[in-house]
C-alpha cells in the first residue's frame, strides 16, 4: 500500500464548477501538506502549503487538512481552462535534515469551457 | 530571479549506457532534491544535497549519485541504464535544509532508455 493514496481520474468539469481533489495517506508523521499543479511536459508548482490541521485560503483555493482522518483536499472554485493541469498532493515529516516530498499519484483535471 | 534550470530537457540513451543530468539552483537557494517521475505516477525522491554534502536519499540504487558544487548546481548520475529508469527527471531547490520553505522544481529533463 502507498504511503500516499490520490485518485487518478481523469476528473473532467464544466467551467464555473467548484473542483474538489483529495488525498489520504498512512503515515501520521506528516506535518507539511502541499499541492502542486503539473500542466504537461512542465515541472510541479506549488499552489498551496499548510502546516498541521485547518484551512488556508488563497484566492480560488483553498486547502483543507485533517490530520485526524489523515486526509486532504484541495478546493477550486470558479473552475477556468486554464486549470486543466494534473493536481498532485505531497507532504512531509517535519523531523530530519531532508526535505523529502512524498507525492500522490496526481489527479489529471480538465475543465471545459 | 531566475528560476530552476536543468539541461538537457529531453535525451535518449540506449540500456548499460550512463546519463549526467545537469540543475541550476534558484537564487539564494543552498539545497538541492532530484526526484524521478515515471508517465502517470507522482515524483519520487531520489536524493538531496546540502552544502556539497548528500544528506537524504530515498528507495534507489547506487547507480543514482550525484554532485553539489560550490555554487550550488548540481549533476544527477545514473550508471548501467536500464529501460526502467525512463521517467521525467526533476531538480528542486530550497533555501536551507529546515522545515521552512518549500520546494521550487524545475522543468525537468526527460530521459528515455531503449
Known amino acids: 500500500q502507498k504511503e500516499v493514496e490520490q485518485d487518478p481520474g481523469p476528473l473532467s468539469v464544466p467551467e464555473g464548477a467548484i473542483v474538489s481533489l483529495n488525498c489520504t495517506y498512512s503515515?501520521?508523521?506528516?506535518?507539511?501538506f502541499m499541492w502542486y499543479r503539473q500542466y504537461s511536459r512542465k515541472g510541479p508548482e506549488l499552489l498551496m502549503y499548510?502546516?498541521?490541521?485547518g484551512n488556508k485560503e488563497d484566492g480560488r483555493f483553498t486547502a483543507q487538512v485533517d490530520k485526524s482522518s489523515k486526509y486532504i483536499s484541495l478546493f477550486i472554485r470558479d473552475s477556468q481552462p486554464s486549470d486543466s493541469a494534473t493536481y498532485l498532493c505531497?507532504?512531509?515529516?517535519?523531523?530530519?535534515?531532508?526535505?523529502?516530498?512524498?507525492f500522490g499519484s496526481g489527479t489529471q483535471l480538465t475543465v471545459l469551457p | 530571479e531566475t528560476g530552476v534550470t536543468q539541461s538537457p530537457t529531453h535525451l535518449i540513451k540506449t540500456r548499460g549506457q550512463q546519463v549526467t543530468l545537469r540543475c541550476s539552483s534558484q537564487?539564494?537557494?543552498?539545497?538541492v532534491s532530484w526526484y524521478q517521475q515515471a508517465l502517470g505516477q507522482g515524483p519520487q525522491f531520489i536524493f538531496q544535497?546540502?552544502?556539497?554534502?548528500?544528506?537524504g536519499r530515498g528507495n534507489f540504487p547506487p547507480r543514482f549519485s550525484g554532485l553539489q558544487f560550490p555554487n550550488y548546481s548540481s549533476e544527477l548520475n545514473v550508471n548501467a541504464l536500464e529501460l526502467d529508469d525512463s521517467a521525467l527527471y526533476l531538480c528542486?531547490?530550497?533555501?536551507?535544509?529546515?522545515?521552512?520553505?518549500?520546494?521550487?522544481f524545475g522543468e525537468g529533463s526527460r530521459l528515455t532508455v531503449l
Open positions: 505531497a507532504m512531509r515529516a517535519s523531523s530530519g535534515s531532508a526535505r523529502q516530498l512524498t
Open positions: 544535497y546540502y552544502r556539497e554534502e548528500e544528506n
Open positions: 537564487s539564494g537557494h543552498n539545497t
Open positions: 528542486a531547490s530550497s533555501a536551507g535544509t529546515e522545515n521552512t520553505g518549500e520546494l521550487f
Open positions: 503515515n501520521s508523521a506528516f506535518q507539511y
Open positions: 499548510t502546516y498541521s490541521s
